[in-house]
T-cell receptor
């Protein structure tokens, strides 16, 4: 079954530093790929998604992610972290052969002043 | 801005009691999803509706969980009886259609604690 692995349940960066959140999927056929953010006591908000076409995807709040088929990865990055970026981030996939969205376990991002 | 509404936001109950959660999707959204998010994990789909019909409930524990969307608009998820392991965040989401590229919009969730 299609699975999503997020490396690192917790990531801590300093304000202004690069943010890198890792996501790998297991599938020989690339799925659709998503990144969601969840602030405390709130629902999930879509940051960005990859379906087809350009492998570098830009999203909201300055985030972007690059689809690398050879590495089965879809890592999320942001050049300079803000305090407001502190939240839980979820990578998700929709496999090529069905419509079920499957989420990774999440990565909690902490931003230090 | 249109949002998915859920109530209550928090619910504490004792095991063996019945609980119910309500979701009102964004107006015009035909597809509605219920997810369960256990602490420290990502959301898992429980049930998907297309209008008033269940499209996928393969992960719904049907011995104790039920879901309905009678008029194809708002939806109710019920647990009876609640068990300790049901403690989780229950998220509702909606989308225009069931297509893979239809963005899912999530509500704020209902946090259930079973004592």
């Amino acid at each position: 079954a299609q699975s999503v692995t997020q490396l690192g349940s917790h990531v801590s960066v300093s304000e202004g530093a690069l943010v890198l959140l890792r996501c790998n999927y297991s599938s020989s056929v690339p799925p659709y790929l998503f990144w969601y953010v969840q602030y405390p006591n709130q629902g999930l908000q879509l940051l960005l998604k990859y379906t087809t076409g350009a492998t570098l995807v830009k999203g909201i709040n300055g985030f972007e992610a690059e689809f690398k088929k050879s590495e089965t990865s879809f890592h999320l990055t942001k050049p300079s972290a803000h305090m407001s970026d502190a939240a839980e981030y979820f990578c998700a996939v929709i496999p090529y052969n069905n419509n079920d969205m499957r989420f990774g376990a999440g990565t909690r991002l902490t931003v230090k002043p | 801005e249109a949002e998915v509404a859920q109530s209550p936001r928090y619910k504490i109950t004792e095991k063996s009691q019945a609980v119910a959660f309500w979701c009102d999707p964004i107006s015009g959204h035909a597809t509605l999803y219920w997810y369960r998010q256990i602490l420290g994990q990502g959301p898992e789909l429980l049930v998907q509706f297309q209008d008033e019909s269940v499209v996928d409930d393969s992960q719904l524990p049907k011995d104790r969980f039920s879901a309905e969307r009678l008029k194809g608009v708002d939806s109710t998820l019920k647990i009876q009886p609640a068990e300790l392991g049901d403690s989780a965040m229950y998220l509702c989401a909606s989308s225009l259609g069931p297509g893979r590229l239809d963005e899912q919009f999530f509500g704020p969730g209902t946090r259930l604690t079973v004592l």
